[in-house]
């Protein structure tokens, strides 16, 4: 998401709050139990030491109910007898009790720490594959910080609930039940009256349940915002610097905080108000029990020892009883983050097509959703770990994995036509837009064609017109063919298609013959490179950034790279190739992300070369030198370059005009200039501001 956003936090709801409302549905329908069940396939590989630690936890805490029997045998005995060595043996079983419980204690947070951080460590990787999975379209409406506050704050809460309030709630549970097993066989009138508020405490935790599950979730999302308003505001400190906006921006973050800390403290309230009441009301049945058995002493009816140990085994029971209140609500905390994890883990990855499929007839919902680790980028040749389930399904038809003959990465196309087609042949070609009705190229030679393309985004309104419709463009294998068009035209979408980084609705897009939905993502981008107008580096060296667009690509590839973007200045940095750009490569100027970025996208020999105006962060001199270099390289490379300025479509044998959401007009760049009026506009630099 944008690092340099300048609207004020406060005005604004989150696309990816609203959208995670919408999925979770309203809290009353949720069902915690149902919630927290989700995590089974991840508890299951450790389930025999979370198993273990809870009998043991079990053993531990109904040893604590062993003290008032013994306290009983005490009182009644060596205290009753005046027997001082009776009193001193009572000393020490009670202090062996003591001393085995905190051992069995110890031996309870011993069993599950290594698990329970394997399991956390499982659900993290899960959902970062996920994320290199799911679809561009997803990103784009989803709040970076509220990936982040998933993958971090909730998944946290997870791992403590798995230690801690999962394990009591069965270990408090059996508690209760053994220590009112002995209350009823010690005096069970008694015992009644301390059962007394079980009913009404069920009811007040069931009435607090729904409310705090609503705070908890607020909550939780407004934390994810608060997220991002900090990542935005440190991408974009140099915004934030340059207009001077920090007292704005610390408005904004402290609107957020303020919502946060109002949401925090009426969850408090619920909390309190929910404890204080579960505390009450064990306390009076206590007080009731008390009296009750002082007057059955006086008369006789029951033994002082018996008094005692009933009073110890119901103090006993008094934090697992009081303790409920707090384990529930950690419970529907952990419920929700469960929630929050599984709406992005169930969102859809990018569709998957079986080898042999036609044309697509549906588009990217934008409802995605990704995974896997990200070894190359948007820009680059491909993204590790986007392999689409069509590739194993294929296999599994006695398909091949591998590209289809012809498709090969960074071949040249048979029949020697990797040499670039000549002035005079390009100049054959009519100034018009293409058509279905044209003969295909032999499928092996065919380049990159369009046949019928259109594409609307899922969330546009109903009644709106495509952004593309019926583009027809035929790129001849080893041509370089030049895209020009009004700003918001939809040239990056366009080029966005051929990668499939967005997928067409209509249509068909075939690279030498072949259509793109028939191979799988990581064959595709084997194929295909990419480089966009705003680069994007890692938070790693220069080298490495580089060598992200080829899987094979090493020393002497990476140098080329480096010499056809003219990105000569690694050489000059501090440690060469192998010094780190920092975050964003923010510590290189805009010219040098865009020549690293440019030198990825050419480092691997790609067979098609897609380039989003790739030199507009450049000076004169340099971009001279770079279209010099590129030159070279696009004489084997069948290219799609969308330019805006003349010098970059000088690159292309031909150019492309989209207009109105379709290809209006194609032609060399001279011939455009005199007979397309909307192209000579453009070009002269008129109009170029458009819609």
């Keep these: 998401m944008s690092a340099t956003s300048e609207a004020t936090t406060t005005e604004r709801e989150t696309p990816s709050s609203a959208a995670a409302a919408e999925r979770a549905g309203p809290v009353r329908e949720r069902s915690t139990v149902r919630s927290l069940l989700r995590l089974w396939p991840y508890v299951r590989p450790v389930r025999a030491r979370l198993i273990t630690a809870a009998f043991v936890a079990i053993i531990a805490s109904c040893m604590s109910l062993v003290i008032p029997i013994a306290l009983k045998w005490i009182v009644d005995g060596p205290v009753a007898d005046r027997d001082p060595s009776g009193a001193w043996i009572g000393g020490g079983l009670l202090l062996a009790i003591g001393v085995a419980e905190a051992g069995l204690f110890g031996v309870r947070r011993w069993l599950v720490a290594r698990p329970l951080a394997s399991v956390e460590a499982a659900m993290r990787a899960d959902l970062y594959r996920h994320l290199q999975r799911l679809p561009v379209s997803f990103h784009d409406r989803w709040a970076s910080g509220q990936l982040l506050s998933r993958a971090t704050t909730d998944l946290q809460l997870v791992r403590m609930f798995l230690a801690f309030p999962l394990t009591f709630l069965v270990v408090n549970g059996a508690t209760i039940l053994v220590g009112f097993g002995i209350l009823l066989a010690q005096d069970w009138t008694l015992g009644l009256v301390l059962l007394a508020p079980a009913i009404p405490m069920v009811i007040l935790c069931s009435y607090f349940e729904q409310r705090y599950s609503l705070a908890a979730r607020t909550a939780q999302d407004q934390i994810g915002d608060l997220t991002t308003v900090v990542e935005e505001s440190v991408l974009g400190i140099r915004i934030v610097k340059g207009f001077g906006q920090h007292r704005g921006q610390n408005q904004s973050f402290r609107a957020l905080a303020m919502r946060l800390r109002a949401t925090e403290l009426r969850k408090g309230g619920l909390l309190a108000t929910l404890w204080a009441l579960i505390m009450t009301l064990p306390e009076l049945a206590l007080g009731a029990a008390l009296v009750l058995g002082t007057v059955q002493v006086a008369d006789g009816d029951l033994s002082a020892g018996t008094l005692v140990a009933f009073l110890s085994t119901a103090l006993a029971l008094r934090w697992p009883v009081e303790s409920i209140g707090f384990l529930l609500a950690m419970s529907n905390e952990t419920a929700t983050a469960t929630d929050r994890y599984f709406e992005v883990m169930d969102a859809p990855e990018a569709e998957a097509e079986a080898p042999g499929r036609g044309a697509v007839t549906g588009g990217d919902n934008k409802t995605g959703a990704k995974t896997g680790v990200r070894t190359k980028t948007g820009e680059g040749v491909g993204i590790a770990g986007d392999i689409d389930a069509g590739t194993a399904r294929g296999s599994a038809a006695g398909a091949t994995a591998a590209p289809p003959v012809g498709l090969t990465k960074g071949a040249a196309p048979p029949g020697g036509t990797s040499e670039r087609r000549s002035p005079d ?254 192209y000579a506009t453009l070009m002269s630099g008129e109009g170029s501001d458009q819609p």
């Design 425 to 678: 042949a390009a100049h054959a070609e009519p100034a018009q837009a293409q058509t279905p009705a044209e003969a295909p190229a032999p499928a092996e030679a065919d380049g990159l064609r369009f046949t019928g393309v259109s594409f609307r985004y899922a969330d546009a309104p109903a009644d709106s017109a495509p952004l593309l419709h019926g583009v027809d463009l035929h790129i001849r294998s080893g041509e370089t063919m030049a895209l020009v068009g009004a700003t918001g035209s939809g040239k990056t979408t366009l080029t966005a298609l051929v990668p499939r980084l967005l997928e067409h609705t209509g249509g068909r897009i075939t690279v030498d013959g072949v259509d793109i939905t028939t191979l799988s993502r990581h064959d595709l981008r084997g194929l295909v490179a990419v480089a966009f107008e705003e680069p994007t580096l890692f938070s790693a060296t220069a080298g490495e950034n580089v060598l992200m667009g080829g899987v094979d690509a090493g020393p002497q590839e990476l140098a080329r790279a480096l010499e056809i973007a003219q990105a000569g200045f690694v050489t000059a940095l501090p440690q060469g190739a192998d010094t780190q750009v920092g975050e964003q490569g923010l510590s290189l100027s805009g010219g040098q992300r865009q020549r690293l970025a440019l030198a990825r996208a050419v480092v691997g020999s790609p067979r098609f070369l897609i380039l989003d105006d790739p030199l507009s962060a450049l000076d004169v001199h340099t971009e001279a030198l770079v279209e010099a270099a590129l030159r070279q390289v696009l004489g084997n490379t069948t290219a799609l370059v969308v330019a805006h300025r003349p010098s970059t479509v000088q690159l292309a044998d031909r150019v492309a005009l989209l207009s109105d959401g379709r290809i209006s007009a194609v032609g060399t760049h001279h011939e455009l200039l005199r007979t397309n009026t909307e």
